[in-house]
Every structure is written in structure tokens, then in C-alpha cells.
């Protein structure tokens, strides 16, 4: 038997939307989604994001008039986030209904998609004499998904949807009579699963979708078990599970089951002091999201647990001062956290190495002045970056780069990336600029290289240099976002030129950049290539009064 811990002593917060109580459904980073039952709208609810660095609410998909915040649904509920931004590249999954529909539609929603195709219905298919009435996906990670539905004839089951080949495939728990799907994390799907021998009324599973093994968790003392979502635990091998179990007299209650790399379990409680009931949604990174439900009806709470999320992390000053060393370096599954300061003065030194599935969470400072060196280099399936300190890379030097085996990688810059960026890694890849990207250090002509789908929003800016003929450019191998600012500074006037090529994007893309300026004109337009046109400068070395406008062709 797995030992258990007790945390009673646990801090948990209720996080109140002014219209009504929300429930929450996941968690991934900052991202809260749920939904709340909107006032005299008829027992309709809708979907909401919270996010815990800004401390705002959001309406999502998107806001609409009778607070579904779903186009033409009657009601809506979502689950699965992913990091970045609803006008950024952030993705959520979910559930709604129409007036017509029969039952609930699953639906995929990705903001970084071009207009027309952001929403996706998920709809498992209906077979001969077997009709579909429920698709309700749960959770995602990279380009799975995984959920439950159920039929007019009473049948139902988990299932597995890849949105790069819009396939299903069924998962069934071993002698299952029936099995749901909750989470998914890298390769590893959880949920529970019914026996036919009724020695307990369900059980928790980890399924391993690389070998397809099952396995099997019970919760000490449980007459059921079920995971309702799961994440990494800091370190490979290792993963948090929200359970939900029911004691011998019918209590519900909620834990996190921490699964060790060798294995062995780790259980801790998650009892609402005064509570009759618990219920856990979602885990991340040791914040766990659920409700409990007291003398004052179903309140939500926002938890942190220790002890259950070691990721690798640097508190402290490191320098890297070696040719080709490598400051941090993780494997597959490991996060790393950087608080301090580090510091890469070798030649094609690394500060921080991740690898698949790994999480980079930079707070602290990242500094490059070795050539060659890189800030921060992705390597993988499906790993991540969060920004929200500040990445800098001397010339010759890079900020953020991928090394050969990256695919699908997402990075999210909230702080400052000031350096050379470049990002290849698939078509799949994506990049929030949600903060300042751009190189300060004199001079122009640098090229960032990004794949996949560049997404600037409101709150982003991209710094591009001109110096004579030079000026700095982004270009992407995919589609362009556009929102926010291009801040363009100019050294000297000699041999400026009438344009400037500043942006280019294969795929094409939508939106526009503005001008700091205070006249609110816009800067940069759809128009391939995007070019930077000097009509006027009214002040040389200032921007104002230099506007981007497409080039007349």
C-alpha cells in the first residue's frame, strides 16, 4: 500500500467572478479555465479563464451577448488549456450545445489559427445502429486529444483524437466495462475504468499510449477511484495525478497521486478543513484547481501543494564559461526553473539544454556575450518556454535557439528577449510575444528565424533596428499574427533607404503592428513582403513621423 499524506494545514484560496461562482475544469501555468451558471439564463453556463499573473478574468472561446462565450451556443463548458494568450497562441477544448443539437459537441478552439478556422468540432463517429449523442473532449497536450462520449443506445467510452490526421481512436482500461478519459500529458492518458467483477466500483489508470500498457491505482481504503487530470512532476519519469475517491461510507474526497521515476507512490490529501466534500479538476506544477462543497453551497479553490513538483532549478549566480558547456541541462520530462542569474561567456556555450516534454520557466536573467553561445536552447517533442525575466544575447551570440530533434515547441515571452532568435521546429511550433522582442545593441541587419506561427498580441512589442541599407527582420517559415507595436529606431540618416523588408511569413497571416507614436496610425499592414516605407522623417533618428505602409506595387 502506497503511503498517504495528510495536508490539512494547505491554504485554499476561493477565487469569486463578480457574475456568479465559477467552477473550475483545468489548469496549465497561469491559465485557469471553468465556467459558471449564468444568472436567469435558464441553467445555461459559460466559459471563463482566469489567469493567476494578471489576476484578470477573460470570456472564452470568445465574449458573446448571453454569456455562453461561445458563437451561437445555448451553453458552453471548457477543459484543457495550454499556455499563452487567448488573442496569443492559447488553445482550449471543450463542449457545447445549440438549439439544435442533439447533445453535447466537442469542440477544439485555437487562437493561433488564421480567421475562419479557429474552432473545430470534435465529434466521435457515429457507427451502423450505434448514434453518437455526447463528445465531450477533456484535456490536451501537443496535437492530442483525449475525452469521452456516449451513445443513443446507451454505450460509451474514451477515446483519442489527433488533430494533424483528424482520427479517433477508442482506449478501454483492461476487462474494462467501460472507461473515461481525463488527462493527457506527453504520452501518459489518465481517467478510470469499470470492472465487470465489481470488486470496486472503478479504478484509476496510466496509460502509456508509447508501449500501451496499462496500469492500474486505487486509492487506499477507495470503493472508487478516478483521475481527473495529470501533469509532470518536475523530473522524468515523475507525474501528479488529480484523484477523486469515494470511502466505504460514500464520502468524496480528493488527492494528488505523486508517481515517483522508480515507481513508487505518493498520496496527499486534499480535505477542505470543515468540508463534507472535495472534489480536484486539475494539477500543475503543484497548483491543483477544484471545488468543495460547504455550508455556503459550491465554492472553487486554487491550492498549492509541496512537495509534489521538483523541477530542476537555479536560485543562485551561474556562469558558463567553457567552449561548447552546457549551464543546466535536462532530459525528457525534466522542468527547469531559473530564478538567479546566468551567465554564457563560452564560445557555442548553452545556458539552459531541455529536452521533450520539458518545461523552461525563466523569471531571473539570462545573459549571452560568448559567440556561438545560446541563451536558451529547445530540443524535443512538445517542449516549452515561458518568459517573464529577461533573455539577452550580445551579437554574435543567441537568445533563443532549437537544436535538430525540436518539433512542435511553444515559447511564451512575457519579459524581455533582447538577441537574436532562431526557432525551427516544425510546422507546429509556436511563438507568443506578449513582451519585448527585439535586439538593443547597435547596429542592424540581424535576421530572426522562426517556424510554424508567430503570434504578437495587443501587448507585444517587436524592436526592429535601420541603419543605412540594413535594417532587422523577422522572417517566418508559417503564418504571421499581428497585434501591438513595432518600435523601430534608426542610427543616423546616411543612406537610409525609401523601404525596408521587416517581416516576411510564407504561409501569409492577418493583423497589424502600430507605431508608439501617439497618432494611433498603423505601422505595419498584411502585404507580402511586409515593408518598412520612409514617406517622411520629420525628426531623423526618431521614429515618429516615420510610419511602415505596404509598398505600392
Known amino acids: 500500500m502506497a503511503p498517504k499524506s495528510y495536508a490539512q494545514q494547505l491554504n485554499y484560496i476561493n477565487i469569486p467572478y463578480p457574475a456568479a461562482e465559477p467552477n473550475f475544469t483545468g489548469i496549465r501555468g497561469a491559465n ?133 490526421t483528424r482520427t479517433y481512436t477508442s482506449l478501454s482500461g483492461p476487462g474494462a466495462i467501460g472507461t473515461s478519459a481525463y488527462g493527457i ?34 486509492h487506499p481504503g477507495a470503493i472508487a477511484t478516478h483521475f481527473q487530470g495529470i501533469t509532470g512532476g518536475g523530473r522524468n519519469g515523475e507525474y501528479n495525478l488529480a484523484a477523486d475517491w469515494i470511502d466505504g461510507s460514500g464520502g468524496t474526497h480528493a488527492a494528488i497521486l505523486h508517481i515517483r521515476a522508480d515507481g513508487t507512490t505518493q498520496w496527499t490529501e486534499l480535505d477542505v478543513p470543515g468540508a463534507p466534500l472535495t472534489s480536484i479538476d486539475s494539477i500543475y506544477a503543484g497548483n491543483a484547481v477544484g471545488f468543495y462543497v460547504g455550508a455556503q453551497g459550491m465554492k472553487n479553490y486554487f491550492v498549492t501543494v509541496p512537495g509534489v513538483y521538483n523541477p530542476i532549478r537555479n536560485t543562485g549566480t551561474l556562469t558558463v564559461s567553457e567552449r561548447g558547456a552546457v549551464g543546466i541541462a535536462g532530459i525528457s520530462g525534466d522542468d527547469i526553473v531559473n530564478d538567479g542569474s ?134 517566418v517559415t508559417g503564418t504571421a499574427r499581428l497585434a501591438g507595436t513595432l518600435s523601430t529606431s534608426f542610427s543616423g540618416t546616411d543612406g537610409l533607404q525609401k523601404s525596408y523588408t521587416l517581416l516576411t511569413a510564407t504561409g501569409g497571416g492577418n493583423g497589424q503592428l502600430r507605431d508608439p507614436a501617439d497618432d494611433g496610425a498603423p505601422v505595419l499592414l498584411l502585404r507580402w513582403p511586409w515593408l518598412y516605407d520612409k514617406r517622411s522623417l520629420a525628426h531623423p533618428g526618431l521614429v515618429h513621423g516615420a510610419h511602415a505602409r505596404p509598398l505600392q506595387q
Open 185 to 218: 500529458y506527453g504520452d501518459k492518458i489518465t481517467g478510470g475504468y469499470t470492472d465487470p467483477l465489481g470488486r470496486n466500483a472503478q479504478h484509476g489508470y496510466l496509460y502509456d499510449m508509447t508501449t500501451g500498457v496499462f496500469t492500474t491505482y486505487d
Open 342 to 475: 546566468i551567465g554564457v561567456t563560452g564560445a557555442n556555450a548553452i545556458g539552459i539544454k531541455s529536452d521533450t516534454y520539458g518545461v523552461v520557466t525563466n523569471n531571473g536573467f539570462v545573459r549571452v556575450s560568448g559567440t556561438g553561445a545560446s541563451g536558451i536552447q529547445l530540443n524535443g517533442l512538445d517542449g516549452t518556454l515561458l518568459n517573464a525575466g529577461s533573455i539577452i544575447a550580445a551579437p554574435g551570440g543567441t537568445a533563443i535557439s532549437t537544436g535538430q530533434t525540436a518539433s512542435g515547441t511553444m515559447v511564451v515571452n512575457t519579459g524581455i528577449i533582447d538577441g537574436r532568435v532562431a526557432f525551427a521546429a516544425g510546422p507546429q511550433a509556436r511563438f507568443e510575444n506578449s513582451g519585448w522582442l527585439g535586439i538593443s545593441s547597435t547596429g542592424a541587419g540581424a535576421a530572426h528565424q522562426m517556424t510554424g506561427v508567430f503570434a504578437q498580441t495587443a501587448r507585444g512589442t517587436l524592436a526592429l533596428r535601420v541603419e543605412g541599407a540594413s535594417a532587422d527582420r523577422l522572417d
Open 32 to 164: 485557469i479555465v471553468g465556467n459558471y451558471i449564468i444568472p436567469n439564463g435558464g441553467g445555461a453556463s459559460g466559459g471563463l479563464l482566469f489567469n493567476t499573473q494578471t489576476q484578470s478574468w477573460t470570456s472564452i472561446p470568445t465574449s458573446t451577448a448571453n454569456g455562453v462565450n461561445y458563437p451561437g451556443a445555448t451553453t458552453a463548458l471548457p477543459y484543457g488549456p495550454t499556455f499563452g494568450s487567448p488573442d496569443g497562441i492559447f488553445r482550449v477544448v471543450g463542449s457545447y450545445k445549440t438549439s439544435s443539437s442533439t447533445g453535447n459537441v466537442g469542440y477544439l478552439f485555437d487562437a493561433a489559427a488564421a480567421p475562419g478556422a479557429q474552432y473545430t468540432n470534435i465529434v466521435y463517429p457515429s457507427s451502423s445502429g450505434v448514434t453518437v449523442n455526447n463528445t465531450i473532449p477533456h484535456s490536451q497536450f501537443g496535437n492530442n486529444i483525449v475525452g469521452n462520449y456516449d451513445t443513443a443506445q446507451g454505450q460509451g467510452g474514451a477515446f483519442i483524437y489527433n488533430v494533424l
